[in-house]
Each structure stands twice: as structure tokens, then as C-alpha cells.
């Protein structure tokens, strides 16, 4: 049996969550789902996701300065991270990138693409792994 793929949603709003979770788990996908920053790394102590979607607007730690967090610590830092972010402002996908996140996703979420846009950053990151190894 091969391993399903984890996706570790990091969203505050209820709604989201449950669109989001039901898009993925629908691809196949199996969801883990934090609202807050210390729950995203509670989370984390008892597994690695193959992909972390991050909220940007989050109660308390912002989804950014968690970012920062995951990818400053050995454990998590190989996780490859999407903002999910309201703003679609340049500025802000700039700093969604600064703090370490490969991409974003524009909320509110498209449902017809969500999926295949997951999809595309896991392989993206499988792809990135192989690079690694290759140089
Ligand atoms: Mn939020």
C-alpha cells in the first residue's frame, strides 16, 4: 500500500477549512487541519505533511511568522509551504515568499482548481528534491 499524501491545512475561518479539507480529501489527499499557529505545531511533532497550506491571517503568530518558524527548524524546514492568502496584492505575495513560502493561493479558494493546484506544488517540490539530489 502506498502512502497516502498528508496535507496539513494551517486556517483559522471554519468555512475555509471545511472547503478546503473536502476539495482535498476528495483528490485523495489526506488533511490534517490546525487553526492556530501552536496547534499547526503540535501537528507537526506527530508528523511531516508532504505540504503545508498556510493561512497568512491567523488569530495570535500570523501565518507568515509561522513560516519563518517551520522553516528555521531542521525538523520541518524540508516541508514545502503555499500561502493561502486574501491579499492579492504584489506586496504581500512578496512577503508570503520572503518568509519562505514556495507560492500562494489567492482566497477565496476556486474549488474547480484547487486540487489540480495542490497537485502541481507537491510535484513541483518531488521535482525540487530531485534537483537537490542531482547537484
Ligand atoms: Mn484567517
Do not use: W
Not at 507537526?44 to 505533511?49: G, S
Amino acid at each position: 500500500m502506498t502512502k497516502r499524501v498528508l496535507v496539513l491545512i494551517v486556517e483559522d475561518n471554519e468555512a475555509n477549512q471545511l472547503l478546503a479539507s473536502a476539495v482535498l480529501e476528495l483528490e485523495g489527499f489526506e488533511v490534517r487541519i490546525a487553526g492556530s499557529g501552536p496547534e499547526a505545531l503540535d501537528v507537526l511533532r506527530d508528523c511531516v505533511p508532504d505540504l503545508i497550506l498556510m493561512d497568512v491571517q491567523l488569530p495570535g503568530q500570523d501565518g507568515l511568522t509561522l513560516t519563518r518558524l517551520i522553516k528555521s527548524d531542521p525538523a520541518t524546514s524540508a516541508i514545502p509551504v503555499v500561502a493561502l492568502t486574501a491579499h492579492a496584492m504584489t506586496g504581500d505575495r512578496e512577503l508570503a515568499l520572503a518568509a519562505g513560502c514556495a507560492a500562494y493561493i489567492s482566497k477565496p479558494i476556486d474549488t474547480r482548481t484547487f486540487g489540480v493546484q495542490v497537485r502541481q506544488f507537491l510535484s513541483a517540490a518531488v521535482d525540487g528534491d530531485r534537483r537537490a539530489v542531482a547537484q
